[in-house]
T-cell receptor
Framework: DQQVKQNSPSLSVQEGRISILNCDYTNSMFDYFLWYKKYPAEGPTFLISISSIKDKNEDGRFTVFLNKSAKHLSLHIVPSQPGDSAVYFCAASPRYSGAGSYQLTFGKGTKLSVIP | KAGVTQTPRYLIKTRGQQVTLSCSPISGHRSVSWYQQTPGQGLQFLFEYFSETQRNKGNFPGRFSGRQFSNSRSEMNVSTLELGDSALYLC??????????????FGEGSWLTVV
């Protein structure tokens, strides 16, 4: 059972336009969310995160929106650049764990292609 | 400062063999976790080590094991390899582990092909 879902395997956007990547989750215990970007043959790189006490977090061209009631988050990239072409992973974790740590649960990723 | 270093980057093994992968975390980071990435399943958590102790484990068979040394370096081992173990194995480090608000930094991964 997939607890973090990225329903769009791929997305193509024109350079300069907005890219919107979506992520849905089912586990109501999740309340910290991260986005990672991954180029081929490289490890994922942390992009931006958001905790459940916020509904928006912004860092330069990247903004993450969280809708807790809908269990949905999205990553907006404005303006999109060709160098943004990569696979984007959404990840989630709960606040508390009886084991003292918790694992990140990842979505399967969305491949973004920014067309010059 | 140096990032997360994984060795070897690429390797090919035969079914039934075993393999050991190594990970050196970012200096000062005490938590090391391992993930498996396959095209069909995405990134799946294997286990996390903190101060030489396994703190958390994902849903993988006992053929997958790991350990962490006193210098925080970690190894993972897969015994009796199966074709389905072919994947990118990613190591990640962080200061205090998978705790709320901590950022996890990934290495470039070890590509394992089982033939």
């Amino acid at each position: 059972d997939q607890q973090v879902k990225q329903n769009s395997p791929s997305l193509s956007v024109q350079e300069g336009r907005i890219s919107i990547l979506n992520c849905d989750y089912t586990n109501s215990m999740f309340d910290y969310f991260l986005w990672y970007k991954k180029y081929p043959a490289e490890g994922p790189t942390f992009l931006i995160s958001i905790s459940s006490i916020k509904d928006k977090n912004e860092d330069g061209r990247f903004t993450v929106f969280l809708n807790k009631s809908a269990k949905h988050l999205s990553l907006h990239i404005v303006p999109s650049q060709p160098g943004d072409s990569a696979v984007y992973f959404c990840a989630a974790s709960p606040r508390y764990s009886g084991a003292g740590s918790y694992q990140l649960t990842f979505g399967k990723g969305t491949k973004l292609s920014v067309i010059p | 400062k140096a990032g997360v270093t994984q060795t070897p980057r690429y390797l090919i093994k035969t079914r039934g063999q075993q393999v050991t992968l190594s990970c050196s975390p970012i200096s000062g980071h005490r938590s090391v976790s391992w993930y498996q990435q396959t095209p069909g399943q995405g990134l799946q958590f294997l286990f996390e080590y903190f101060s030489e102790t396994q703190r958390n484990k994902g849903n993988f068979p006992g053929r997958f094991s790991g350990r962490q040394f006193s210098n925080s370096r970690s190894e993972m081992n897969v015994s009796t390899l199966e074709l389905g173990d072919s994947a990118l194995y990613l190591c990640a480090s962080s200061l205090a582990g998978h705790r709320y608000g901590n950022t996890i930094y990934f290495g470039e991964g070890s590509w394992l092909t089982v033939v």
